[in-house]
């Protein structure tokens, strides 16, 4: 059960009680209710703090390699079993990933249990925050369900999963560029599923173009906006800066937001600005069209509408995806 940081504020999972609570990370999001990062880590800590402390024998699974960890570790009731995973050793009870390769096909590691234990670990699904997600599912299931779900089961599990919807999800896959759609909408997730995209690229070892295409949603918190300029710029190859769901804002206003966070002009070569979004997705698209290029477009990722002012529209992305990779083919501008 995802428990967020809103439903712990104003007391929605009251009642409930938790014999497990995880910890992922602590990262820029949701700062237009919470105002403060300090409100943010409050309202996550309760989960440990005073949740946790009603189960008479109370786990704890904390991400190490969070810089807030220890703040997490240190509310913990006094009598619950503490568990951390990363992807270094920091204690006697940590669950490690190490010799982590990414592929188009997906992302593979060496898990080491705090036994000592070791095993590859095959997943369907990209990126480093995955390898994170997945070893605080197996420290999860060893730690808690070892009664009935061995290692080698859980492995299993995981590795037959596929995808989720919108969420680092190949609508394309090297034909002969690949594609992907992605609901990041933070600065930290933005940048999460960049690196994502650069480590495929660098172990594909075909010197294809980073190519993203983002905006920012409307009436969320601004000043995060040009974070996501100066990310998107720093880390990708090329940058197309469109909109997402603007809601009441001008669209304009969002995308300017997000170019002061970027020390240079839009100039047709690394950069662009096209507000319509699925124009946008036209002009990545076009621009890759004969590289092994990875075009990665977030912040809808399964959506299926788009919110403007005073109205909606239908906006299903992978359909815009095929459509235009259909009439490519059909032009024949493809170097297959």
Request: glycine share 6%; charged share 20%.
């Amino acid at each position: 059960m995802e428990v967020s940081s809103h439903g712990l504020t104003v007391d929605r999972v009251y009642g409930c009680d938790f014999s497990v609570a995880i910890f992922t990370n602590l990262t820029q999001d949701h700062l237009g209710f919470h105002k403060t990062m300090d409100n943010y880590l409050k309202a996550k800590l309760l989960l440990f703090s005073e949740y946790l402390s009603k189960s008479l024998s109370p786990k704890a699974i904390i991400n190490h390699d969070d810089p807030s960890y220890e703040q997490f570790i240190n509310v913990c009731p006094s009598n619950a079993q503490v568990y951390t995973y990363g992807l270094s050793k920091k204690n006697l009870n940590s669950f490690v990933a190490s010799d982590i390769q990414h592929s188009l096909n997906g992302t593979s590691y060496t898990i080491t249990l705090p036994s000592g234990e070791t095993r590859r670990v095959h997943l369907n699904i990209h990126g480093e925050f995955n390898v994170y997600n997945s070893l605080a599912c197996i420290a999860t299931c060893l730690t808690t369900y070892s009664h009935i779900l061995t290692l080698d089961e859980t492995i299993k599990s995981l590795e037959s999963f596929q995808c989720v919807k919108g969420r680092f999800e190949f609508i394309i896959r090297h034909q002969p560029f690949s594609v992907v759609v992605d609901f990041a909408h933070t600065p930290d997730a933005l940048k999460q599923v960049i690196n994502s995209g650069r480590q495929i690229l660098l172990e594909s070892a075909e010197n294809g173009r980073l190519i993203v295409v983002f905006g920012s949603i409307g009436g969320e918190y601004r000043p995060s906006r040009p974070l996501f300029g100066r990310i998107a710029h720093e880390n990708a190859d090329i940058v197309i800066i469109t909109s997402e769901n603007p809601c009441q804002e001008n669209p304009q206003t969002i995308i300017d937001d997000i170019l002061s966070g970027i020390q240079q002009k839009p100039d047709n070569d690394c950069l662009y600005v096209e507000a319509d979004r699925k124009k946008a997705i036209h002009l990545a698209m076009d621009l890759a069209r004969n590289k092994n290029d990875l075009i990665i477009i977030t912040g809808k990722g399964h959506e299926m509408i788009q919110t403007f002012a005073n109205y909606t529209i239908p906006f299903n992305e992978k359909e815009i995806i095929e459509d235009k990779y259909e009439k490519m083919m059909q032009e024949n501008v493809l170097s297959m």
